[in-house]
């Protein structure tokens, strides 16, 4: 198989990368996708194998597919058998690798008894199901590029792993952060992951020229800044988020919504959320500014 770097010289597509996860029902394929869909990959689950080499060939044309990752299973049936022949053919066409997961049978067996699911396979009993399944992706386990035992992992572990396996590859955010505002008497936001009370401040509601503006305009953002209590909290939660961000990353969360409320979502909280997510951009964060109340009536 060529290297990344050799292809790339050779063909102006070979940017293009391509993994293809397969394995035993209820190694952890589904939570391994999640992994490479956060990581930027264009992600298809159960794609019929027949239809790989026209996904190569989409993936190599198309400019808005730069890597994909492909779940293939037991559920194809005896198509899974074609899967080695046509692997070993794209992988000469594109970088490609191939991941296998498995897991002991007694971590399987527990795992079918604990989500109550039926195994694809349909065996009389787990143990039997299983068996059948392992002799059937022999050939597919042996043609793998990486083999995962997700059995020593648990499900934060093997996106840690994940994520460490291709970590060349990962260059999408690895955390989408959403800064907001809101109003407390519009009550509070249900999507919120982490809400700042920010109504300790003093309210430039009540100043002289103040009341019909909002905490993007320069005389609000002006008044509230002014303060001591003001400059403390911005550093504190700044520094705070700045510690949590990477901590949310390593249990394997890939977004939050950071909410800061004042008393009708205006003035305070709209300068606020606007400064903090200053700070997370300038150390380097993509950062989304969301004010739900901010046209609200006063």
């Known amino acids: 198989m060529p290297s990344d770097a050799q292809s790339a010289a050779e063909n102006p597509s070979a940017a293009v990368r ?3 996860v397969t394995g035993l029902s209820g190694s952890g394929k589904g939570t391994v996708l999640n992994v490479f869909e956060d990581m930027g990959f264009y992600t298809v689950d159960n794609l019929p194998v027949n239809l790989i080499p026209t996904f190569t060939d989409l993936c190599q044309t198309s400019p808005e597919i730069s890597r994909a990752a492909l779940v293939i299973d037991i559920r194809e049936g005896e198509a899974l058998s074609r899967l080695p022949r046509i692997y070993s053919q794209i992988a000469t066409e594109i970088p490609s690798q191939l991941v296998f997961l498995e897991a002991t049978d007694d971590v399987l067996q527990r795992r079918f008894s604990e989500t109550r699911r039926p195994h694809p396979m349909g065996g009389s009993t787990v143990q039997e199901s299983i068996a059948e399944e392992r002799e059937m992706l022999s050939a597919v386990r042996k043609l793998a590029d990486i083999v995962i035992d997700s059995s020593r992992h648990n499900i ?4 840690q792993k994940i994520r460490t396996l291709f970590a060349e590859v990962d260059t999408a955010p690895s955390m989408r952060v959403t800064v907001g505002s809101f109003g407390f008497k519009h009550g509070v936001p249900t999507d919120a992951d982490l809400v700042f009370d920010v109504r300790f401040l003093p309210n430039p509601h009540y100043q002289p ?3 019909y503006l909002t905490g993007k305009d ?3 953002a002006d008044f509230v800044e002014k303060f001591p209590q003001t400059q403390e909290f911005i550093a504190r939660a700044a520094d ?3 510690f949590l961000l990477p901590h949310y990353i390593d249990e ?4 939050i919504t950071i909410y800061f409320g004042c008393t009708g979502g205006r003035h305070r909280a709209v300068f606020i959320a606007e400064t ?13 500014v969301f004010h739900r109340d901010i046209e609200k009536s006063m």
Do not use: F, W
């Not at 394997?252 to 977004?255: A, D, Q, W």
């Not at 903090?276 to 989304?288: C, Y």
């Open 18 to 20: 391509l993994v293809i």
């Open 156 to 159: 934060y572990e093997l996106r």
């Open 209 to 211: 020229g103040c009341r």
């Open 218 to 220: 320069r005389p609000v």
């Open 240 to 242: 705070m988020i700045s």
């Open 252 to 255: 394997g969360k890939s977004y």
């Open 276 to 288: 903090i997510a200053g700070h997370l951009t300038a150390n380097g964060g993509e950062v989304k």
